[in-house]
């Protein structure tokens, strides 16, 4: 028989970027959290409550292999270089971790390209105190009216990225 108990969200703030990681050499951060709504900018970071923190660069153009899937003719491809910073006192698996994106009124469909190594989020646990970088594509309308939901996990409350 299973049972379903409920999670409590991990709330958190908008913040300059997310830190680094002890991995990076010149790791410093400062981050600080708070009952904010769940909003940041591209180019900031988003910390939650338990010290986990993501940065979304900045949308770029993306030119996608021949072999890429989920490009859509007449869009433009762009992509997005994806931080996660290990801030809390425990491991983190990225398993759960995806990212949806609105441009204009349309759901943007993701790209997976393997042949540039976009699309797939880290499998590797994230250590306290270290950082996973990767890079997630997207097929938009309108490069610049783009709405990004970040879901770290069942367990966090989703972050907006926006202009």
Same mark, same amino acid.
């Given at each position: 028989?299973?049972?379903?108990?409920?999670?409590?969200?991990?709330?958190?703030?908008? @913040?300059?970027?997310? =830190?680094?990681?002890? &991995?990076?050499?010149? /790791?410093?951060? %400062?981050? *600080?959290?708070?009952?904010?709504?769940?909003?940041?900018?591209?180019?900031?970071?988003?910390?939650?409550?338990?010290?986990?923190?993501?940065?979304?660069?900045?949308?770029?153009?993306?030119?996608?292999?021949?072999?890429?899937?989920?490009?859509?003719?007449?869009?433009?491809?762009?992509?997005?270089?994806? @931080?996660?910073?290990? =801030?809390?006192?425990? &491991?983190?698996?990225? /398993?759960?971790? %995806?990212? *949806?994106?609105?441009?204009?009124?349309?759901?943007?469909?993701?790209?997976?390209?393997?042949?540039?190594?976009?699309?797939?989020?880290?499998?590797?646990?994230?250590?306290?105190?270290?950082?996973?970088?990767?890079?997630?594509?997207?097929?938009?309308?309108?490069?610049?009216?783009?709405?990004?939901?970040?879901?770290?996990?069942?367990?966090?409350?989703?972050?907006?990225?926006?202009?």
């Amino acid at each position: 028989m299973a049972t379903l108990t409920a999670c409590s969200q991990t709330d958190g703030e908008s @913040t300059p970027d997310a =830190g680094t990681g002890i &991995n990076r050499p010149d /790791a410093t951060s %400062t981050a *600080t959290t708070s009952d904010e709504p769940a909003t940041a900018k591209f180019g900031e970071g988003f910390t939650f409550r338990n010290g986990l923190a993501v940065a979304v660069a900045p949308p770029e153009p993306f030119t996608p292999s021949g072999t890429a899937s989920g490009f859509e003719p007449g869009d433009q491809a762009i992509v997005f270089t994806i @931080t996660i910073v290990n =801030g809390s006192p425990d &491991n983190y698996d990225p /398993a759960f971790f %995806t990212t *949806t994106l609105q441009s204009g009124n349309r759901e943007a469909s993701k790209i997976y390209d393997s042949a540039s190594n976009v699309g797939s989020t880290p499998t590797v646990v994230i250590l306290p105190g270290r950082e996973a970088e990767f890079q997630v594509a997207y097929s938009v309308m309108d490069p610049t009216d783009l709405v990004m939901e970040v879901s770290p996990g069942f367990e966090y409350r989703d972050a907006i990225f926006t202009f």
